[in-house]
Nanobody, 129 residues
Framework: QVQLVESGGGLVQSGGSLRLSCAAP????????ISWFRQAPGKEREGVSC????????YYADSVKGRFTISRDNAKNMVYLQMNSLKPEDTALYYC??????????????????????WGQGTPVTISS
């Protein structure tokens, strides 16, 4: 069973930064579009950012544009989300997910959520004001 593993979450003050990492032990991410999603308490899960198999076709949700940067290192089988200028509204459980139906992205991921078959357990991000 494929299980992605997120890390890097934590508690930071508003304006701070965090770098999330996504690993896939025993599973090769290189062929897939990978997205970061988040779910805040009481809210629906939303796509934050997506990156295509070769590091192209990158999309961001409007709420994080200019603050978050997604990247991947296929040699290390890792995907990252650098989050800067964090705001309290960024507080959520952050998940990475792999889309076996696409190698390139067409959106941050919300509209294609049903295509993402492989998920992690999430890493919590809390931003204090």
């Amino acid at each position: 069973q494929v299980q992605l593993v997120e890390s890097g979450g934590g508690l930071v003050q508003s304006g701070g930064s965090l770098r999330l990492s996504c690993a896939a032990p025993g599973f090769t991410l290189a062929s897939y579009a990978i997205s970061w999603f988040r779910q805040a308490p009481g809210k629906e899960r939303e796509g934050v950012s997506c990156i295509g198999y070769n590091g192209g076709s990158i999309y961001y949700a409007d709420s994080v544009k200019g603050r978050f940067t997604i990247s991947r290192d296929n040699a290390k089988n890792m995907v990252y989300l650098q989050m800067n200028s964090l705001k309290p509204e960024d507080t959520a459980l952050y998940y990475c997910a792999a889309n076996p139906m696409r190698s390139i992205c067409v959106s941050p991921g919300t509209d294609q959520m049903h295509e993402y078959h492989y998920w992690g357990q999430g890493t919590p991000v809390t931003i204090s004001s």
